[in-house]
């Protein structure tokens, strides 16, 4: 008995510590919705509150969504509203990140996913009909796919617009400040002006007979 307990455990952890192993750690930015599909389309089976954490399991390769779970169930959330560590900062999950922070690339299939995780929902009772939109959707996908990718060079322009914005208002601030140093050296050069013709004003007023170390005869 006490051998067959220990090959069980055994088997249990070879199954699975690969799971856990591939499992990353984020956050999420917003309050979003966790949907049991990777699309606006599919169900929400909750909400994720903002800066809460979420275990990634993977991500789609052709759209930017990812199979998390969190403490109230396990579903699909886009990667724009998740972040995750990545060399001391937080990134949002984009593809181009998956490998160095170790997310799988992942497939989503219906009936083995819903089956697993959705069983005991209200939405499960018309699986047949979520499993045909999401059979017949791939216009629809190919649609959201572009959609998305439009959102994120939107979101990049808008980046990259504030840093001009940025940039723009630190040379403005610069030039401001070289017209004011420009101004104040012309003032100070005015004042040093002034002062030499007073001066030269004032030493031709003083008799000649005044210099040096005597006094006019005359006197």
């Given at each position: 008995m006490k051998h067959a307990?220990?090959?069980t455990a055994?088997?249990?952890?070879l199954l699975f510590a690969p799971a856990i192993a591939e499992a990353a750690e984020g956050f999420a930015?917003?309050?979003v919705n966790m949907r049991s599909g990777p699309s606006t389309r599919y169900?929400?089976?909750t909400v994720i509150p903002v800066g809460t954490s979420v275990e990634i399991h993977g991500c789609l390769a052709d759209r930017p969504w990812c199979d998390v779970s969190f403490y109230q169930g396990r579903g699909w959330v886009a990667g724009r509203y998740v972040q995750a560590m990545y060399r001391r900062n937080r990134v949002?999950?984009?593809?181009?990140?998956?490998?160095?922070?170790?997310?799988?690339?992942?497939?989503?299939?219906f009936d083995r996913y819903w089956d697993r995780n959705y069983r005991g929902r209200d939405f499960y009772r018309d699986r047949d009909r979520w499993r045909r939109d999401w059979a017949e959707g791939d216009d629809r996908g190919e649609w959201e796919r572009r959609r998305e990718?439009?959102?994120r060079e939107w979101e990049r322009s808008d980046r990259d617009r504030g840093r001009r914005q940025q940039e723009w208002e630190r040379r403005a601030d610069e030039e401001w400040q070289d017209e004011e140093?420009?101004?104040e050296s012309r003032r100070r050069d005015r004042e040093r002006q002034f002062l030499e013709i007073r001066r030269e004003r004032e030493m031709r007023e003083i008799p000649e007979c005044e210099f040096g170390d005597f006094r006019c005869e005359n006197e």
């Open positions: 307990f220990l090959r055994a088997l249990f952890s930015t917003a309050n169900p929400a089976v949002y999950l984009e593809p181009e990140y998956y490998r160095p922070l170790g997310i799988p690339t992942v497939v989503f299939e990718r439009r959102e140093n420009y101004r």
